[in-house]
């Protein structure tokens, strides 16, 4: 689906309208909006072929969970449009990375702009950590490691039935530090699961820190070769990387994109708070007027008023 905005537009209103809202909120995902945007608005608007949403424009509150009493619960799958054969799937393994989700949305006109007014507010779908009723969600992936082993099992049905779409994860290099990632490439391999493809947001960064200093994995590249399946290393902010990588063949084989990207692109000043940026929550309300005034300046809008009357 294609949307009237450029992918790079798309990715620049995803950081404004995060940034906003946790200028507002006293905090929020600045460091996931830097890495991911452009990932985000290219799986959107160009990279998957996704019918229209399915799904309210202005977001259910939470019904509840799936049960004999809620015969009408929906995932928030239908934010990414139907799941006939035709249609690709696209599954968002890092949960964390729900409110840079939403923003998308709203960006690719999916989702009503004021729906960030519910983020994190009891009896919201809009959960924190994006949950299968949440947005954009398909099944819950608060625990890392499990959103590519779900994909991989979606992409295996379909082809097992000869359907057209294929399967997208959108997925974070801290997963790589859980070993169910490394069975599922290694599954995928094996059953020879090719009409699924990955996007990583290798941003060095995960909940406690640096990658580095957490748990080094090395070179993800040649450990995902070694796997068996196809790796290519690409500019996360470059759209036309991100095309030419998709038309990899990897016939007989998953294919990995690793988008290096950067935790403060468009974000300069949260280079201050390296290695501490998986949740930035301002440290004084001089930091937060600081950081208003500079990164408003970077994402060339006016600073944030975000001082309630």
Known sequence: MKNSKTTEEIALEIRRRVFTHAMHNNGGYLSQACSAAEQLAWLYNEALNLGESTMPYVPNKFSGVPSKNNKNYKTGAGYNG??????????????HYALVAYATLIEVGRMDEDSLDMFNKDGSSLEMIGAEHSPGMEVHNGTLGIGLSTGAG?????????????????????????????????????????????????????????????????????????????????????????????????????????????????MSFLKKRFPRLHYVRFKSEEERN????????????????????
Not at 82 to 95: C, G, H, Q, V
């Open 154 to 266: 979606l992409a295996f049905g379909r082809k097992l039935k000869g359907e057209n779409g294929k399967v997208c994860v959108f997925m974070s290099d801290g997963e790589l530090q859980e070993g169910q990632t490394w069975e599922s490439i290694q599954t995928c391999v094996h059953h020879k699961i090719d009409n699924l493809w990955a996007i990583m947001d290798v941003n060095d960064q995960q909940c406690d820190g640096a990658m580095s200093d957490v748990m080094d994995v090395g070179d993800i590249a040649k450990k995902i070769e070694s796997f068996g399946a196809k790796a290519i290393e690409v500019n996360a902010h470059d759209i036309n990387e991100l095309n030419k990588a998709k038309n990899t063949i990897h016939a007989g084989k998953p294919l990995i994109i690793l988008a290096k990207s950067s935790p403060y692109q468009g």
């Open 82 to 95: 139907p799941t006939s054969e035709k249609y690709d799937r696209l599954f968002i393994a890092p949960a």
């Open 290 to 309: 600081e950081m208003n005034l500079a990164i408003s300046k970077e994402l060339k809008i006016d600073p944030i008023n975000y001082i309630k009357p």
